[in-house]
Protein backbone atom coordinates (compact mmCIF):
# COMPACT_ATOMS: atom_id res chain seq x y z
CA UNK A 1 0.00 0.00 0.00
CA UNK A 2 2.24 2.62 -1.01
CA UNK A 3 -0.25 5.71 -0.88
CA UNK A 4 -1.62 5.07 2.23
CA UNK A 5 -3.00 8.39 3.85
CA UNK A 6 -1.67 10.34 0.93
CA UNK A 7 -4.12 12.68 -1.49
CA UNK A 8 -3.98 12.43 -4.80
CA UNK A 9 -5.35 14.81 -7.92
CA UNK A 10 -6.11 12.94 -11.70
CA UNK A 11 -7.23 15.49 -14.07
CA UNK A 12 -8.92 13.84 -17.29
CA UNK A 13 -9.65 10.94 -14.57
CA UNK A 14 -13.77 10.33 -15.17
CA UNK A 15 -12.37 7.86 -18.10
CA UNK A 16 -9.28 5.79 -19.91
CA UNK A 17 -5.34 6.66 -18.70
CA UNK A 18 -6.94 9.02 -16.16
CA UNK A 19 -9.70 6.57 -14.49
CA UNK A 20 -7.15 3.45 -14.41
CA UNK A 21 -4.50 6.03 -12.72
CA UNK A 22 -6.81 7.08 -10.04
CA UNK A 23 -7.74 3.30 -9.35
CA UNK A 24 -4.41 1.98 -9.14
CA UNK A 25 -3.83 5.12 -6.35
CA UNK A 26 -7.19 4.93 -4.85
CA UNK A 27 -6.15 0.70 -4.87
CA UNK A 28 -3.09 1.06 -3.29
CA UNK A 29 -4.53 3.58 -0.40
CA UNK A 30 -4.75 6.96 -1.66
CA UNK A 31 -7.83 9.22 -1.38
CA UNK A 32 -8.18 10.33 -4.79
CA UNK A 33 -9.30 13.62 -6.26
CA UNK A 34 -10.97 13.08 -9.59
CA UNK A 35 -10.84 16.01 -11.37
CA UNK A 36 -13.23 16.70 -14.59
CA UNK A 37 -15.42 18.25 -17.12
CA UNK A 38 -18.56 17.08 -15.49
CA UNK A 39 -19.47 16.01 -12.82
CA UNK A 40 -21.49 13.14 -12.84
CA UNK A 41 -19.16 11.05 -14.98
CA UNK A 42 -16.85 12.37 -12.41
CA UNK A 43 -18.92 10.88 -9.70
CA UNK A 44 -19.49 7.48 -11.54
CA UNK A 45 -15.39 7.31 -11.85
CA UNK A 46 -15.49 8.03 -7.94
CA UNK A 47 -17.28 5.35 -7.08
CA UNK A 48 -15.07 3.04 -8.72
CA UNK A 49 -11.85 4.01 -7.38
CA UNK A 50 -13.70 3.41 -3.88
CA UNK A 51 -14.51 0.31 -4.71
CA UNK A 52 -11.29 -0.21 -5.99
CA UNK A 53 -10.43 0.09 -2.75
CA UNK A 54 -9.55 3.64 -2.15
CA UNK A 55 -10.57 4.79 1.26
CA UNK A 56 -12.40 8.09 -0.11
CA UNK A 57 -12.65 9.48 -3.71
CA UNK A 58 -14.31 12.97 -4.44
CA UNK A 59 -14.97 14.44 -7.86
CA UNK A 60 -14.49 18.01 -9.07
CA UNK A 61 -15.51 19.58 -12.05
CA UNK A 62 -12.32 21.26 -13.47
CA UNK A 63 -11.58 22.97 -17.19
CA UNK A 64 -7.65 22.49 -16.64
CA UNK A 65 -7.55 25.65 -18.99
CA UNK A 66 -8.94 27.86 -16.71
CA UNK A 67 -6.93 29.01 -14.05
CA UNK A 68 -9.63 29.44 -11.48
CA UNK A 69 -11.18 26.08 -11.68
CA UNK A 70 -7.74 25.03 -10.88
CA UNK A 71 -7.27 26.82 -7.71
CA UNK A 72 -10.55 25.93 -6.39
CA UNK A 73 -9.38 21.94 -7.57
CA UNK A 74 -6.15 22.09 -5.50
CA UNK A 75 -8.22 24.42 -2.75
CA UNK A 76 -10.75 21.52 -2.46
CA UNK A 77 -8.51 18.88 -2.12
CA UNK A 78 -6.34 20.61 0.80
CA UNK A 79 -9.61 21.33 2.50
CA UNK A 80 -11.19 18.44 2.52
CA UNK A 81 -8.15 16.34 2.90
CA UNK A 82 -5.83 18.48 4.80
CA UNK A 83 -2.88 17.51 2.23
CA UNK A 84 -1.86 17.17 -1.40
CA UNK A 85 0.78 14.50 -2.40
CA UNK A 86 0.57 13.34 -5.87
CA UNK A 87 -0.68 15.41 -8.74
CA UNK A 88 -1.08 13.56 -12.46
CA UNK A 89 -1.61 15.78 -15.06
CA UNK A 90 -3.61 13.53 -17.54
CA UNK A 91 -6.52 15.47 -19.14
CA UNK A 92 -5.60 16.57 -22.72
CA UNK A 93 -7.28 17.42 -26.02
CA UNK A 94 -6.12 15.96 -29.20
CA UNK A 95 -7.35 17.43 -32.87
CA UNK A 96 -6.86 16.02 -36.17
CA UNK A 97 -6.36 19.07 -39.26
CA UNK A 98 -3.58 20.01 -41.72
CA UNK A 99 -1.42 22.26 -40.47
CA UNK A 100 -2.83 24.66 -43.25
CA UNK A 101 -6.45 23.96 -41.84
CA UNK A 102 -5.21 24.40 -38.56
CA UNK A 103 -6.64 28.05 -37.10
CA UNK A 104 -4.59 30.09 -34.16
CA UNK A 105 -7.64 29.28 -31.91
CA UNK A 106 -7.41 25.02 -32.65
CA UNK A 107 -3.48 25.59 -31.64
CA UNK A 108 -4.21 27.50 -28.84
CA UNK A 109 -6.86 25.35 -27.95
CA UNK A 110 -4.49 22.38 -27.98
CA UNK A 111 -2.23 24.29 -25.91
CA UNK A 112 -4.13 25.14 -22.87
CA UNK A 113 -5.85 21.81 -22.67
CA UNK A 114 -2.39 20.00 -22.89
CA UNK A 115 0.13 22.04 -21.85
CA UNK A 116 -1.02 24.93 -19.66
CA UNK A 117 -3.36 22.87 -17.58
CA UNK A 118 -0.07 21.16 -16.54
CA UNK A 119 1.56 24.26 -15.79
CA UNK A 120 -1.06 25.11 -13.31
CA UNK A 121 -1.31 22.58 -11.52
CA UNK A 122 2.44 22.41 -11.04
CA UNK A 123 2.26 25.93 -9.78
CA UNK A 124 -0.31 25.19 -7.35
CA UNK A 125 1.42 22.12 -6.41
CA UNK A 126 4.11 23.72 -5.59
CA UNK A 127 2.55 26.10 -3.35
CA UNK A 128 0.72 23.54 -1.77
CA UNK A 129 2.71 20.45 -1.65
CA UNK A 130 5.24 19.51 0.88
CA UNK A 131 8.57 17.75 0.89
CA UNK A 132 8.41 14.00 -0.66
CA UNK A 133 5.25 14.96 -3.01
CA UNK A 134 5.13 14.09 -6.44
CA UNK A 135 4.02 15.62 -10.26
CA UNK A 136 3.77 13.16 -13.01
CA UNK A 137 3.09 14.61 -16.36
CA UNK A 138 1.25 12.16 -19.03
CA UNK A 139 2.93 13.16 -22.34
CA UNK A 140 2.95 11.55 -25.44
CA UNK A 141 5.35 9.40 -27.95
CA UNK A 142 3.85 12.22 -30.12
CA UNK A 143 6.94 14.51 -28.72
CA UNK A 144 9.63 12.18 -30.08
CA UNK A 145 7.84 10.65 -33.28
CA UNK A 146 4.39 11.45 -35.03
CA UNK A 147 2.21 11.70 -37.71
CA UNK A 148 0.25 14.04 -39.78
CA UNK A 149 -2.61 16.41 -38.85
CA UNK A 150 -1.71 16.20 -35.09
CA UNK A 151 0.68 19.20 -35.11
CA UNK A 152 -0.83 21.09 -32.41
CA UNK A 153 -1.14 18.05 -29.95
CA UNK A 154 2.29 16.95 -30.84
CA UNK A 155 4.08 20.29 -30.06
CA UNK A 156 1.47 20.71 -27.12
CA UNK A 157 3.23 17.15 -25.70
CA UNK A 158 6.83 18.15 -26.71
CA UNK A 159 6.63 21.10 -24.94
CA UNK A 160 5.56 19.19 -21.72
CA UNK A 161 8.73 17.18 -21.57
CA UNK A 162 10.54 20.57 -21.52
CA UNK A 163 8.13 21.84 -18.59
CA UNK A 164 8.55 18.91 -16.50
CA UNK A 165 12.55 19.25 -16.64
CA UNK A 166 11.86 23.07 -15.77
CA UNK A 167 9.59 22.17 -13.09
CA UNK A 168 11.87 19.31 -11.82
CA UNK A 169 14.92 21.97 -11.56
CA UNK A 170 12.66 24.14 -9.38
CA UNK A 171 11.02 21.54 -7.55
CA UNK A 172 13.70 20.05 -6.11
CA UNK A 173 14.87 22.81 -3.47
CA UNK A 174 10.73 22.41 -2.62
CA UNK A 175 11.85 18.00 -2.15
CA UNK A 176 8.91 17.84 -4.98
CA UNK A 177 9.74 15.02 -7.98
CA UNK A 178 8.50 15.76 -11.21
CA UNK A 179 8.60 13.27 -13.99
CA UNK A 180 6.54 12.90 -17.57
CA UNK A 181 5.24 9.65 -19.20
CA UNK A 182 5.22 8.81 -22.67
CA UNK A 183 2.68 6.26 -23.54
CA UNK A 184 2.36 4.60 -26.89
CA UNK A 185 -0.98 3.76 -28.43
CA UNK A 186 -3.31 2.83 -25.57
CA UNK A 187 -6.73 1.44 -25.48
CA UNK A 188 -9.02 3.83 -24.96
CA UNK A 189 -11.56 5.30 -27.35
CA UNK A 190 -9.21 8.11 -28.73
CA UNK A 191 -6.80 5.91 -30.03
CA UNK A 192 -9.65 3.79 -32.44
CA UNK A 193 -11.21 7.46 -33.14
CA UNK A 194 -8.03 8.41 -34.38
CA UNK A 195 -8.61 9.39 -38.43
CA UNK A 196 -5.14 8.32 -39.14
CA UNK A 197 -6.03 4.78 -37.93
CA UNK A 198 -9.60 4.89 -39.59
CA UNK A 199 -7.78 6.00 -43.04
CA UNK A 200 -4.60 3.61 -42.81
CA UNK A 201 -2.23 6.38 -42.69
CA UNK A 202 -1.12 5.32 -39.59
CA UNK A 203 -0.95 0.90 -38.90
CA UNK A 204 -0.94 -0.15 -35.35
CA UNK A 205 0.00 -3.77 -34.58
CA UNK A 206 -2.29 -4.99 -32.09
CA UNK A 207 0.41 -6.30 -29.75
CA UNK A 208 2.04 -2.55 -29.48
CA UNK A 209 -1.48 -1.65 -28.36
CA UNK A 210 -1.30 -1.39 -24.51
CA UNK A 211 -4.22 -1.08 -21.67
CA UNK A 212 -4.68 2.07 -19.70
CA UNK A 213 -3.77 -0.36 -16.61
CA UNK A 214 -0.27 -0.65 -18.59
CA UNK A 215 0.08 3.12 -18.15
CA UNK A 216 -1.32 3.63 -14.73
CA UNK A 217 1.24 1.17 -13.35
CA UNK A 218 4.16 3.38 -14.69
CA UNK A 219 2.44 6.24 -13.01
CA UNK A 220 2.21 5.04 -9.58
CA UNK A 221 5.98 3.51 -9.90
CA UNK A 222 6.99 7.54 -10.67
CA UNK A 223 4.92 8.51 -8.02
CA UNK A 224 5.71 6.12 -5.69
CA UNK A 225 8.91 6.65 -2.83
CA UNK A 226 10.04 3.31 -5.08
CA UNK A 227 11.05 6.38 -7.82
CA UNK A 228 12.99 8.20 -5.11
CA UNK A 229 15.72 8.58 -7.12
CA UNK A 230 14.15 9.17 -10.64
CA UNK A 231 13.73 13.24 -11.27
CA UNK A 232 13.33 14.83 -14.16
CA UNK A 233 12.41 12.02 -16.80
CA UNK A 234 10.72 10.87 -19.72
CA UNK A 235 9.82 7.69 -19.32
CA UNK A 236 8.52 5.85 -22.55
CA UNK A 237 6.30 3.03 -22.12
CA UNK A 238 4.77 2.03 -25.43
CA UNK A 239 5.71 -1.26 -25.50
CA UNK A 240 8.72 -1.01 -27.64
CA UNK A 241 6.76 0.88 -30.48
CA UNK A 242 8.91 3.46 -31.49
CA UNK A 243 12.16 1.59 -31.47
CA UNK A 244 10.44 0.05 -34.60
CA UNK A 245 8.62 2.71 -36.03
Given at each position: ???????????G???????????????????V??????????????????A????????????V????????A??T???????????????????????????????????????????????????N???????????????????????????????????????S?E??????????????A??????????????????????????????????????????K?????????????????
Amino acid sequence: MRFTDKVAIVTGAASGIGLATAIRLGSEGARVVIADLEQQSGDAAAREVVAAGSPEALAVVCDVADESAVIAAVQTAVEKFGRLDVVVNNAGLMIFKPIVEHTGEDFLKILHVDLVGAFYFTKQAFLNMKPGSVIVNVSSVHAVETTPLVASYAAAKAALISLTRSASLEGKSRGIRVNAILPGAVDTPMLWENPNIKSGVETINLTDVGKPEDIAATIAYLASDDAKFVDGAAVRVDGGRLSRL
